[in-house]
């Protein structure tokens, strides 16, 4: 079960609330900045126990719920997830979260997590994606995955973030957009597109952000690399253009 409930709570209510020392207490920023830490911002409730030196994590059933409370007093108005039988999941002020097995894994919210970036410097950056895996770069023995090799570039996250500023992160070629179809868990996510492929560099290139990178949804990107000179962004553009005037006269032509 994955908990995904909308908190009207966005980054700079975030930085005011971490700001706010009768709110945010060390204890809270010890969690917080613990998780900021963790490989796509979160953990189990046992290993930040573990790792706080805590007794169980019993202790954060009560951190974080007080945390919780602390802000829904200051702050009336912002939206409080609830239960079906309609008590108050205050843990999910702060945090995403699911259900695995024997254990619960506590995520930061992508606001609360844009906010401690801001004010701790965390250099988060969950989203930085390899630019594709294609056909030819996986071989198979016997229905198995026998062998992957990938080419690895670096990547300037600080160009991905600039890029990201100017274009925002709904796909340049379709317009999807992971928040409005998946709600919190969605937000900030997005695939950043070389037009020139990484792989054609031929030394150290000096990369301008707003006119060599491009916002895409992974539909897309695949799209883009499904040969081996990658379509230009009109060229796909064009692709769904036909396609959806092909649908428009399949339509028409049923209806007669």
Sequence with gaps: MFFNSEVNIDENLWINILKDNELTTIKVLEILLFLMKQPKQESSGKDIA????????????????????RILKKYTLIKKPEREDGTKRFWHIPFLGKKEKDKFIWIIRPELVTALNKLYDCEVDNYILPEEVTVNDILFKEGKVYE???????RDKKARKICLEKYGFLCKICGFNFEEKYGPIGKGKIHVHHIVPVSEYKKEYILNPEKDLIPVCPNCHLILHSKNEPFSIEELKQILDERKNEKKENTAHNKR
Excluded: D
């Design 148 to 154: 992957i090799k990938v080419n690895l570039y670096e």
């Design 50 to 69: 573990k790792a706080l030196n805590y007794n169980s994590h019993a202790t954060l059933n009560q951190i974080i719920p007080n945390f919780s409370k």
